[in-house]
């Protein structure tokens, strides 16, 4: 870009003429003006000349900076939506109502052998979650193999797991599987707590059991033994060993079963075989596909589902027999009327389930699993 140079004309001009009246004998005060005059114009069209100037390398550098910039933003967009896609990923394979009711139950049964609050010191809250930790990790070890083994059915199944629908690869699944069960046993042998390491040893050898496709094994084939590994580690595991892990391992208290220990593990005798009965009612279309024998394929969706109503109903009227017989008023209240309101729920839903819509009973399903949750929350108070 060029710039008008008439000021600089102007002032060699000026100069000339103040030379010449300045050999004549002086100027006049109308010549002074004019050149002074002449001068401003000239600084005004430097200062204008510097200014455009300086715009123009300041857009140069912005434009540059933009230019720059914009890869870098695209790429830090780009990382964090596949970041967000994968960590939904994980979720979804880590089967969360699983992880939810591992981790509501494992605290339940840790405060049935707290005596007093004086109990609640940092040491509990150090064992507990010692026991959480390596127990979450190995039930996202036992699903995941699940998935592993199902990916074919899953797709009939439950398309929007990650194996299932490509969102996760085979060998990603490997990986996280196998950190999982490595990362859980660490932590069960560096804790030193027999009860505790003992649950995810019993957890690792039903888990594997029940989904790897070997002979003798892939159990989840068979009804009965597929029921039998989800009672024993839910209704068994989970009540006796973390309550012997904080009792004795914690606490340092010599063992002794409890009123409340024997509700639990009878009670969750009742719910972990309704949870390994009512899980294949919505998935009935894959398990014929691929020969699963479950209750649901050999009996049929309906009768499987008023039987689980049905023995959820006998146990929610045992609990309320038990919590009568409580000589601790508060706890007899919260028993009887905790577990008059889980049966009321449970029953009226029930009602209105469409045992052809495969959303209909899957969200009944899930009600179980909150329902699930909800009597961890009671069972401490059974005393």
């Known amino acids: 870009m060029s710039f008008p140079t008439d000021g600089a004309k102007l002032i060699s001009v000026n100069l000339s003429v103040m030379l010449c009246y300045s050999s004549s004998g002086g100027i006049s005060e109308a010549t002074k003006k004019q050149i002074h005059h002449d001068s401003r114009n000239h600084e005004s069209i430097t200062t204008i000349r510097s200014h455009v100037i300086t715009k123009k390398y300041q857009l140069g550098a912005i434009y540059k900076h933009e230019y720059a910039s914009k890869p870098e933003d695209d790429y830090l967009t780009s990382f964090l939506n596949v970041l967000s896609k994968q960590l939904e990923a994980f979720y979804l394979f880590s089967r969360p109502h699983t992880v939810i009711g591992t981790v509501i139950g494992i605290v339940s049964v840790s405060l049935l052998p707290v005596e007093t609050i004086a109990d609640l010191t940092p040491t509990f809250f150090m064992g507990l979650l010692k026991a959480l930790v390596p127990s979450i990790l190995m039930n996202i070890y036992i699903v995941g193999l699940n998935q592993l083994f199902d990916v074919e059915i899953d797709k009939v199944n439950k398309p929007d797991l990650p194996l299932a629908s490509g969102a996760f690869s085979m060998s990603t699944g490997i990986t996280i599987v196998t950190a999982s069960l490595l990362m859980s046993f660490a932590m069960g042998i560096i804790f030193k707590s027999p009860p505790l390491f003992a649950s995810l040893l019993v957890g690792f050898l039903l888990g594997s059991a029940y989904s ?9 084939r068979h009804a009965v033994l597929a029921a039998t590994c989800i009672l024993i580690v839910r209704a068994v595991v989970v009540q006796l060993a973390y309550f012997l892990h904080m009792q004795n391992h914690v606490l340092g ?4 079963i409890t009123k409340s220990l024997v509700f639990a593990a009878a009670f969750m005798c009742f719910f972990s075989a309704v949870i390994a009965l009512f899980k294949d009612i919505p998935d009935v279309d894959g398990d014929k596909e691929f020969g699963i024998q479950s209750f649901s394929v050999r ?18 009227g045992a609990a309320v027999v038990i919590g009568a017989s409580s000589s601790f008023l508060p706890s007899k209240l919260v028993t009887i009327l ?5 049966a009321s729920s449970l029953l009226v839903r029930a009602q209105s389930v469409d045992l052809a819509s495969k959303a209909s009973v899957t969200s009944f399903y899930m009600l179980i699993w909150k329902l699930f949750y909800a009597e961890y929350f009671l069972i401490p108070f059974v005393r």
């Open 212 to 220: 790897i496709d070997l002979p003798f094994l892939r159990w989840k």
């Open 253 to 256: 208290r010599p063992v002794m």
């Open 299 to 316: 009996l049929g969706q309906e009768r499987v589902f008023w039987l689980c109503v049905n023995m959820l109903t006998l146990a929610y």
């Open 338 to 342: 905790g577990h008059l309101a889980l």
